[in-house]
């Protein structure tokens, strides 16, 4: 069963990464990706994507990259002005965003895995700081709302480890968007935040929910509360050495 839910996690993380940029890992033999179940008509159907993606202009460059284990089983780059010919972006260096997401999302997925915690738990369980939030019932769009003057009323319920992995905790971010939860977010300066994963939860905790959890999806600071939720379940830090560096607060 283990070997079946890593497969799965290893198969979700290469759809997430084909869908943007990345920078393939070098020095791996290559296998037959039908040798492992992928389906080559299906993965031409990526190559063909990607490969219209830079026709069309909506990217310079992009990269798909499948492995498994220690084998490469798949790897198509292109480069805009090329033709979309092979090995143009085979140097090239790409800005990634986002890839601590996916990458914390595996950590506790290998957590669920061994029993340590179920995905419907609620996460003050774990953060108790949690307990105490409340949802603004008025987070509406407008450009002159008074964050001040929301209305908070109590979850529903409470947010779950599954709310977290897949954005539906109520959370938010500041740096897009205009409702007054956001702007909340904004000025707290969550994005700019250099304290610990724990003191980071604390200070999301004293901001109200845009949602009631479980109800919409928001992209959101949801993994940087899976961060410090994975902290506590398997005493070790996640705190990186330096920022941007797979920090789980990076963009």
């Given at each position: 069963m283990?070997t079946k839910?890593?497969a799965?996690?290893?198969l ?7 869908a943007?940029?990345?920078?393939a ?6 296998a037959r990706?039908?040798?492992v ?5 299906r993965?031409?159907r ?5 490969r219209?993606n830079?026709?069309?202009a909506?990217s310079p460059r992009?990269a798909?990259?499948?492995t ?6 798949f ?7 090329s033709?979309g010919?092979?090995?143009d972006?085979?140097?090239a ?7 601590s997401k ?12 061994d ?7 609620p996460?003050d369980?774990?953060l ?6 409340q949802?603004a019932a008025?987070?509406?769009?407008d ?7 929301l209305?908070?009323?109590p979850v529903?319920q409470p947010?779950s480890?599954?709310d977290l992995?897949?954005?539906t905790?109520?959370l ?5 968007g205009?409702t007054p939860v956001k702007?909340?977010?904004a000025e707290a300066k969550?994005?700019?935040?250099t304290?610990?994963?724990?003191e980071?939860?604390e200070?999301i905790a004293?901001l109200p ?6 109800t919409?999806?928001?992209?959101s600071?949801s993994?940087d509360v899976?961060g410090r939720?994975?902290?506590?379940i ?7 050495s330096?920022r941007?560096a797979?920090?789980?607060?990076s963009?």
């Open positions: 283990k839910i890593r799965v996690i290893l979700a993380l290469w759809v997430w990464l084909s943007g940029p990345v920078l890992a070098e020095g791996l033999p290559t990706p039908e040798e179940g992928l389906s080559l008509e993965l031409g990526i190559t063909e994507m990607l219209k830079i026709a069309a909506r992009r798909a990259d499948r498994q284990g220690q084998d490469r089983l790897r198509k780059p292109w480069s805009l002005g033709a010919q092979d090995g972006a085979q140097d260096l790409f800005r990634i965003y986002s890839m996916p990458i914390t999302t595996v950590a506790a997925m290998m957590l669920f895995e029993g340590a915690f179920t995905l419907g738990d996460v369980k774990y108790p700081a949690l307990a105490r939030m949802v008025d987070d509406k769009p450009t002159d709302a008074d964050p001040s003057k209305t908070l009323v529903i947010i480890i599954q992995m897949r954005h905790a109520g938010t971010y500041g740096f897009f205009n702007k909340l977010y969550l994005g700019a935040f304290g610990t994963n724990a980071f939860v200070r004293t929910l845009s949602y009631q959890p479980g919409t999806w928001d992209y600071h993994t899976l939720l994975i902290e506590v398997s005493g070790k830090s996640l705190t990186p330096r941007n797979f920090s789980i607060r963009a």
